[in-house]
């Protein structure tokens, strides 16, 4: 059997269409973590978020987040009253989208509000509390290692 250019040329452009089509396939079949599902909305409230990082920053005392063993704690300032502060306390996985969650703020007479790891999957979490007192709305964020 005798090889021609007409087949070499044939078998290259088979062999490229069969490797471009198997590289469609894989990446339409990748699982994409946004970091929002929302990501537009989020865009047009990011002067609020900036307006409210601004506040929390020219607060005298600043929230504190802490891990303790399996303990997250978190420590608001004593310049407000308990019953005054609301808000949430979201956990955002960076890797992995599906294990985000939020918790609400329920503090105790002492401003703290302790949260256990024991159902929280080890690794790297990202902690935003967003909270408000009178109509004034505030945000912290830390990134925390859970072991």
Do not use: C
Not at 34 to 45: G, H, I, P, R
Not at 83 to 88: A, K, P, V
């Amino acid at each position: 059997m005798k090889f021609s250019w007409g087949k070499g040329i044939f078998i290259t452009y088979a062999l490229f269409f069969v490797i471009i089509l198997s590289v469609v396939v894989y990446m339409s079949s990748i699982d994409v973590n946004l970091v929002t599902e929302n990501y537009y909305d989020q865009e047009l409230k990011h002067q609020d978020q900036i307006d409210k990082v601004a506040r929390t920053n020219q607060l005298s005392e600043k929230m504190e987040i802490s891990v303790i063993q399996n303990l997250i704690n978190l420590k608001f300032p004593s310049l407000f009253r308990p019953y005054e502060i609301s808000g949430f306390v979201q956990f955002y996985r960076p890797s992995d989208s599906k294990q985000d969650f939020s918790v609400n703020i329920e503090l105790s007479d002492s401003l703290e509000q302790t949260i256990s790891t024991a159902s929280i999957q080890k690794g790297y979490w990202r902690i935003k509390v967003d909270w408000s007192v009178d109509e004034q709305d505030y945000f912290n964020e830390k990134l925390v290692m859970i072991n």
